[in-house]
């Protein structure tokens, strides 16, 4: 069997890409997010005009194809950037307002020495072929780039298949959260701290 080639992986997202990467992260936390970001259409819409290229490092096939990004946070922003601006212009002023404040909720402070992760985010044909491993290798090699002794992530409950990737990789687990009433607006119970100390 000859193996396939190996991807492209490089900092941030080619222009071209703009709307995959939108389309990648809605798959990814769709069951999230649905209950405060839908209708679809003007989620897509939104996370369009948030998605930082600054903040995201990618796997590119060798037809050009947009296989994988990985997000990631620093203290000048995050992979889904925007803000209520962004949202009214989706969803409306009282329903970008509304979600903004929701949203917020899910805010993770970047800590001093720590790289924060915005999730890895596989497009359904390429799983199975190590793009998340390739994407998580670039998280890291970021992370010493920028002088970080480690990175940190939280996994909800349920993906129980993107914590076992972290935990191969290095990652441990330090600290469970439970999400109390929100679970009902995010339909998660409780998420958990994992760090891979560089």
């Known amino acids: 069997m000859t193996p ?32 405060v970001m839908k209708p679809e259409t003007q989620a897509l ?17 060798d037809q050009g194809a947009l296989l994988g990004i990985a997000g990631f946070k620093t203290a000048d922003g995050g992979f889904v950037g925007g803000g209520m601006r962004q949202l009214g212009e989706a969803y409306g002023l009282f329903g970008g ?8 909720a899910l805010d993770r402070p970047v800590e001093p ?20 491993t390739l994407l998580l290798d670039a998280i890291k090699r970021k992370a010493r780039a920028l002088g970080s002794s480690n990175v940190r992530l939280d996994v909800i409950d349920s993906n129980t298949r ?6 191969r990789q290095g990652f441990v687990a330090v600290e469970t959260s439970e999400t109390g009433l929100f679970r009902h607006v995010f339909g998660f119970r409780s998420s958990t701290r994992m760090i891979c100390e560089l």
Do not use: C, N
């Not at 020495?113 to 190590?130: C, H, N, P, Y």
């Open 45 to 61: 819409t939104f996370l369009r005009t948030a998605v930082d290229p600054s903040h995201a490092i990618s796997a590119i096939s």
């Open 162 to 167: 993107a914590r076992a990737l972290y935990m």
């Open 97 to 104: 307002l509304w979600r903004g404040v929701v949203l917020s």
């Open 4 to 35: 396939l080639p190996t991807p492209l992986v490089q900092q941030g997202f080619r222009p071209e890409h703009r709307a995959a990467a939108a389309e990648l992260f809605w798959e990814a936390f769709r069951e999230k997010l649905a209950p």
């Open 113 to 132: 020495g720590s790289l924060l992760m915005d999730g890895i985010f596989v497009s359904e044909s390429a799983r199975g072929q190590g793009i998340g």
